[in-house]
């Protein structure tokens, strides 16, 4: 492997890693809060990149620059809309009832949100690409590359990263999700309306899903289960890093990003066994995640 | 009313229901030749779901039991590939040995995690086992499956029509068999043993059992189940496709089992036949929206019924006695 190829790998890494990150955060936040696996955020992701792309289909002949606010809006669209109905409609009546049921029940919201797409987008693969175009590429160290891959992307990684640290720790409305994190009991016994917080957490990770998904709309083609793939991955990188971690869904996301684009121009036919080989790893040794807090066992 | 007493009473009415249930799998598609296959289907996946309502039990759910169903699935794909010539007999046996091992092997890691650690280790090794059958493609031709040759039985070889029965009448004879195994292990000390799991794991050590080692077993014998019913399953689609190992039919299992109900065994077979009648006709009649509907009957099952079909039953005694 020359060097041009390995800084290819390296761009191609980072992107990646953004997005994936964006995606894994979000499911990370909602377990961390209320405790549920989101097997429907892949479809949130999917519903995300569909819409967007739709929208930007709709604005572009208006002024290409408008593709990007159509992004943002695709995104807190499908997650207050998708996100606010399966958490008030859906999760709501199952709270204190068996996990088994909370993770269920959002296996059906996968089902029929992969079947909605099916019907109102098709299965033919949708292009909308504007918003890649639109930008200058860039050369990084001889490699020649878009500026929406390795600059904006990663950007608006670092970004939720950074914004969603400074929410937590440093506001009063982050405080309060910390506090339920905590103990769901003693905040609800000082007049912490937990249901609110369940359902403001859940549409914040719900958009950030679809936030990951309109991003990844420009790079790639909208296909049927790309939804399916992206829970798993996510799930993957969320678990590796610990559920509830967000820095160490970050670092977990570059780290599998990395490693995948390398294995892409290494050794292609392994790229997708990469990120569940590291997951199935790690959890043998660390059972609750690289960054995860060993749980006492209870009695 | 002791204990015993209630026991044999809540669990009577339901054999009554499981009994009926087989002997109309077995007549029905008598009269209905598309029926056979449908029949067939119900079964074998019901032999899967009775490996996940056995984890049930112990209070852990499995999100990638569809690795055993696939395992068998292909054991079946490889031997007609390599060695050639099958015999249903011969591929179930070996679709129940690499299972078996298989479960034995993944068996001893995820036994010693519990709930959503326990959940997720099994995602996670059956991903990797999705990936390497997707992607080993001069070995497993990829997303397109292996094609499985139509076996005989004992050296007999049938028409596809007769074929159909057959393979209905030995999926009958070994999902009566598992149903009854299963529910004998469960009644039996180690059973009772696998439900202090889910009650009081560490009270269950304090009497002297290894907590591990119970789970252990049971998740060997759900393995052998999965196993089992995914050699079916490639005998009667003729195929094994890596997506049998795919997460999303994990979760097909997991709904069969909630559909159904976890808390009995019958509940496998009561979800499996729910599960493939509403895809059958909802395909046949609405084929781009069977994903939906099921959907939709999983949240009402859910939110109305969290018992499954079986609780529905006992709801309904119970309300008719002005309830308890």
């Known amino acids: 492997m020359n060097s041009t190829l390995a800084i290819l790998a390296v761009l191609d890494g980072i992107s990646y890693a953004a997005l994936v990150f964006l995606v894994s955060v979000g499911l990370s936040l909602i377990f961390g809060v209320l405790r549920v696996v989101n097997v429907a955020h892949g479809s949130l992701y999917a519903f995300g990149a569909y819409l967007a792309a739709t929208f930007s289909i709709k604005v572009a002949p208006l002024s290409p620059w408008l593709t990007y606010p159509a992004l943002l809006a695709a995104s807190i669209v499908i997650g207050v809309v998708c996100g606010g109905f399966i958490e008030r409609v859906l999760l709501r009546p199952l709270y204190g009832r068996d996990d088994v049921l909370q993770l269920l029940i959002t296996f059906a919201a996968f089902m029929i949100m992969d079947n909605l797409q099916r019907l109102i987008w098709g299965v033919q693969p949708i292009f909308a690409a504007e918003p890649l175009k639109l930008l200058p590429n860039v050369t990084v160290f001889g490699v020649n590359y878009t500026s929406y891959q390795v600059i904006l992307l990663p950007a608006v990684a670092v970004a939720t990263l950074f914004g969603l640290r400074y929410f937590l720790r440093r506001t009063l409305a982050g405080a309060v999700i910390m506090a339920v994190t905590e103990d769901r009991e003693a905040s609800t016994s000082i007049g912490i309306d937990a249901r609110r917080v369940y359902f403001v957490t859940f549409i914040i990770g719900a958009s950030l899903a679809a936030l990951g998904g309109a991003l990844a709309s420009p790079t790639t083609s909208l296909v049927p289960g790309m939804g399916a793939d992206m829970i798993v991955l996510s799930f993957a990188v969320a678990a590796t890093a610990g559920l509830g971690q967000i820095e160490g869904a970050a670092l977990t996301a570059l780290m599998i990003g990395l490693t995948r ?39 | ?14 054999t009554t229901a499981a009994v009926i249930f087989f002997l109309v799998s077995a007549v029905a598609p008598l009269f209905v030749a598309s029926w056979a296959t449908l029949f067939a289907l119900i079964l074998a996946k019901g032999i899967v779901v009775l490996g996940i309502v056995l984890l049930l039990q112990a209070g852990q759910v499995s999100f990638g039991h569809a690795m055993f169903f696939a395992i068998g699935a292909y054991t079946s794909a490889f031997w007609g590939k390599y060695v050639g010539g099958g015999d249903i007999l011969l591929y179930l046996v070996l679709g129940g040995i690499s299972s078996t091992v298989f479960g034995l092997i993944v068996g001893l890691f995820v036994v010693r995690y519990r709930e959503i650690f326990f959940g997720m280790l099994n995602l996670a090794f059956s991903m990797v086992l999705w990936s390497l059958l997707e992607k080993m493609f001069p070995y497993t031709n990829g997303a397109d499956g292996i094609r499985v040759a139509r076996p005989g039985l004992l050296g007999f070889v049938f028409t596809p029509e007769t074929f159909q029965y057959v393979i209905l009448y030995v999926s009958l004879l070994i999902a009566a068999a598992a149903f009854y195994g299963v529910q004998r292990y469960l009644e039996s000390p180690l059973g009772h043993m696998l439900r202090a799991i889910k009650s009081n794991e560490t009270r269950l050590e304090y009497l002297g059992m290894s907590a591990r080692r119970v789970l252990l077993i049971g998740y060997v014998i759900s393995a052998f189940l999965g196993g089992i019913g995914g050699t079916l399953v490639a005998i009667i689609q003729q195929i094994a496709t890596p997506e049998f190992g795919f997460w999303t039919k994990s ?57 499954g079909l079986i609780g529905l039953r006992q709801r309904y005694r119970q309300s008719g006695k002005g309830g308890r």
């Not at chain 1, 036919?269 to 040794?285: A, D, G, I, N």
């Not at chain 2, 009313?1 to 339901?14: C, G, Q």
């Not at chain 2, 729910?274 to 059958?280: A, K």
């Open chain 2, 251 to 307: 979760g097909e299992f997991v709904f069969i089992a909630i559909l159904g109900g976890g808390a009995h065994a019958f509940g496998a077979f009561a979800g499996a036949a729910m599960f493939e009648c509403v895809r059958f006709y909802a395909a046949a009649h609405l084929a781009d929206s069977w994903q939906l509907i099921l959907g939709v009957v999983l949240i009402v099952i859910i939110l109305y019924a969290p018992n």
């Open chain 2, 1 to 14: 009313m002791s204990e015993k007493d209630l026991m044999t009473r809540r669990i009577k009415p339901i």
């Open chain 1, 261 to 299: 684009a390398f294995v892409i121009y290494l050794q292609p036919e392994f790229e997708v066994l990469v990120p569940y080989l590291l997951m199935v790893l790690v959890l043998l040794v660390r059972p609750y995640g690289l960054f995860g807090a060993t749980q006492m066992r209870k009695i």
